[in-house]
T-cell receptor, first 112, second 112 residues
Framework: ELKVEQNPLFLSMQEGKNYTIYCNYSTTSDRLYWYRQDPGKSLESLFVLLSNGAVKQEGRLMASLDTKARLSTLHITAAVHDLSATYFC????????????FGEGTQLTVNP | EAGVVQSPRYKIIEKKQPVAFWCNPISGHNTLYWYRQNLGQGPELLIRYENEEAVDDSQLPKDRFSAERLKGVDSTLKIQPAELGDSAVYLCASEGQTYEQYFGPGTRLTVT
């Protein structure tokens, strides 16, 4: 059974600081996704990572994928309050029937 | 381009009552998913459709849950009878050719 683990689960940081959220998964993956969810809202797609070494950046967020280590990172640069949300990684693996398996989510709070 | 549409947005019912959720995916998206998201957790897949065929329903509690996607477009998810533990947000997502899943706003179900 595919397992996806994120850490930390809760992150409180100050504006202007940098931090990294980690996503580990237990089996070979075809694709890895990062989503953002604001309270009471649905999930917004941030990144889709399709291959080893893939790196994508959008604004203050940068995601990378290391398929050999089964690890993805979401790096936050110079955080601002608007980034406060819950961030999920999700893994699509053939061994799980091409079913998207989500991590528990990282609840990020950026304080002024 | 219109996004994934779901209705109702909120539903409160008493246990043992039936309930139905409706989803209209993004035009042209052949793949449709239903997820359940419990508070503080990531979404969990209930069922996946390719056009009108349910290709993965292994995690759908078939004793009380049913789904259909007639004509391969809109889909309905039904619970009958509802139990207290069914309280959650039910998310519909659709996917086109880019491997990205686009989520609807969800239906928040409260069973009392």
């Amino acid at each position: 059974e595919l397992k996806v683990e994120q850490n930390p689960l809760f992150l409180s940081m100050q504006e202007g600081k940098n931090y990294t959220i980690y996503c580990n998964y237990s089996t070979t993956s075809d694709r890895l996704y990062w989503y953002r969810q604001d309270p009471g809202k649905s999930l917004e797609s941030l990144f889709v990572l399709l291959s080893n070494g893939a790196v994508k950046q959008e604004g203050r967020l940068m995601a990378s994928l290391d398929t050999k280590a089964r690890l993805s990172t979401l790096h936050i640069t110079a955080a601002v309050h608007d980034l406060s949300a819950t961030y999920f990684c999700a893994v699509d693996a053939e061994t799980s029937g091409s079913r998207l398996t989500f991590g528990e989510g990282t609840q990020l709070t950026v304080n002024p | 381009e219109a996004g994934v549409v779901q209705s109702p947005r909120y539903k409160i019912i008493e246990k043992k009552q039936p309930v139905a959720f409706w989803c209209n995916p993004i035009s042209g998206h052949n793949t449709l998913y239903w997820y359940r998201q419990n508070l503080g957790q990531g979404p969990e897949l209930l069922i996946r459709y390719e056009n009108e065929e349910a290709v993965d329903d292994s995690q759908l509690p078939k004793d009380r849950f049913s789904a259909e996607r007639l004509k391969g477009v809109d889909s309905t998810l039904k619970i009958q009878p509802a139990e207290l533990g069914d309280s959650a947000v039910y998310l519909c997502a659709s996917e086109g050719q880019t491997y990205e899943q686009y989520f609807g706003p969800g239906t928040r179900l409260t069973v009392t």
